[in-house]
């Protein structure tokens, strides 16, 4: 590769200033960040002067700098419900899109994203971060070995402050908190462990039975989500998450399956990522020796899915979080809220 990718950023609050800075600055040689876009005027000066970017090349309206700045691609990270006018308007602009998660709040939005993708012929894909963790990573090497899965749970419980409101003096919470905002345990956090643990079981949901409600919480968003999938092998899989229990273990999937089982812990010190089970040797904890220091300390997997993401754009190559994964996960998440509803099973719809 001749030149950096230039890269404009679609948001500049706490995730990319926490997490996906860290990223980016790891990987100079192949992306730049060359132009910001941000209605909140202190995230473009702290993340301009961090990444050098001149005060001109720095926008409060996205769509100023999807039609002036020299950029190759960009990294939408905004609230949920701004998603699918941004790519859209991204994809019409004739650029590369890494989207934050969910692609978009409903699946009526999700259709309109890729007919504008398809449209115009770009790139695009979803941050799915916890598949990029050493301990995924390394459970998906098991996964052949293991043969076909059956069972598998998922689970991602912690409380959130009392005053987890709409008007909450912290812009993420306040947001994450509102309907009109695509906000809500389910879309926001059980998302991850609904990818995660699909991951694990190699097969699509089919069917899934669910309770998404607000139990506990003064929002009017759901802050509690268990979910019943049942997915295209046959396996079983259950999924469990809230805004409103405290958390034994913050985050955790597991895949049983005919030659022994899996189970992977999120976020914590790589030593503790991961232990596969099997008659032979029972439980016991894999070493991730294999993987250097910064990927053991990647314990988000950000930095190894944007290093991924953005070589095989240089390269031209698939990219490694397709649309579709990303569809099907805002699929199981729109069948699980009609279930509660309907107090059924519901099929799931396909990309």
């Given at each position: 590769m001749d030149k950096p990718i230039r890269l404009g950023l679609i948001g500049c609050g706490g995730i990319v200033q926490n997490t996906h800075a860290r990223a980016y600055s790891a990987l100079t040689d192949t992306v730049q960040v060359t132009a910001l876009a941000d209605v909140v005027p202190e995230n473009l000066e702290k993340v301009g002067e961090h990444f050098n970017v001149s005060v001109e090349n720095r926008w409060i309206d996205?769509?100023?700098?999807?039609?002036?700045?020299?950029?190759?691609?960009?990294?939408?990270?905004?609230?949920?419900?701004?998603?699918?006018?941004?790519?859209?308007?991204?994809?019409?602009?004739?650029?590369?899109?890494i989207s934050e998660k969910p692609m978009a709040t409903n699946l009526e939005e999700a259709d309109n994203i890729l007919a504008a993708v398809r449209r115009n012929g770009v790139p695009y894909t979803v941050v799915h971060?916890?598949?990029?963790?050493?301990?995924?990573?390394?459970?998906?090497?098991?996964?052949?070995?293991?043969?076909?899965?059956?069972?598998?749970r998922s689970v991602g419980m912690?409380?959130?402050?009392?005053?987890?409101?709409?008007?909450?003096?912290?812009?993420?919470?306040?947001?994450?908190?509102?309907?009109?905002?695509?906000?809500?345990?389910?879309?926001?956090t059980s998302y991850h462990e609904i990818y995660s643990v699909c991951t694990l079981m190699q097969s699509p949901v089919r069917y899934v039975e669910a309770r998404v409600q607000t139990l506990r919480l003064d929002i009017?968003?759901?802050?509690?989500?268990?979910?019943?999938?049942?997915?295209?092998?046959?396996?079983?899989?259950?999924?469990?998450?809230?805004?409103?229990?405290?958390?034994?273990?913050?985050?955790?999937c597991e895949m049983h399956a005919e030659n022994g089982s899996l189970r992977v812990r999120h976020r914590v010190n790589v030593e503790d990522a991961l232990r596969r089970f099997t008659r032979a040797d029972g439980w016991k904890q894999l070493?991730?020796?294999e993987f250097n220091e910064a990927e053991q300390k990647d314990?988000?997997?950000?930095?190894?899915?944007?290093?991924?993401?953005?070589?095989?754009?240089?390269?031209?190559?698939?990219?490694?979080?397709?649309?579709?994964?990303?569809?099907?996960?805002?699929?199981?998440?729109e069948a699980a809220r009609k279930a509660t509803t309907e107090r059924r099973a519901i099929e799931i719809a396909s990309a």
């Open positions: 996205y769509r100023e700098m999807l039609e002036h700045a020299a950029i190759d691609v960009v990294t939408i990270a905004t609230p949920h419900s701004l998603h699918a006018e941004q790519v859209i308007a991204a994809a019409n602009a004739g650029v590369a899109i971060n916890y598949i990029f963790t050493a301990g995924m990573r390394a459970a998906i090497r098991e996964l052949d070995a293991l043969g076909e899965s059956h069972f598998g912690g409380l959130k402050p009392t005053d987890f409101s709409a008007d909450h003096p912290t812009p993420a919470f306040a947001w994450r908190a509102s309907k009109a905002k695509g906000g809500g345990c389910i879309i926001d009017d968003v759901d802050d509690i989500a268990m979910l019943l999938c049942e997915h295209e092998n046959g396996g079983i899989t259950t999924v469990s998450g809230a805004w409103c229990v405290p958390a034994t273990d913050f985050g955790w070493e991730l020796s314990a988000s997997g950000h930095v190894c899915y944007f290093t991924e993401t953005f070589n095989a754009l240089a390269a031209g190559a698939p990219l490694p979080v397709p649309a579709e994964k990303a569809y099907h996960n805002l699929a199981i998440i």
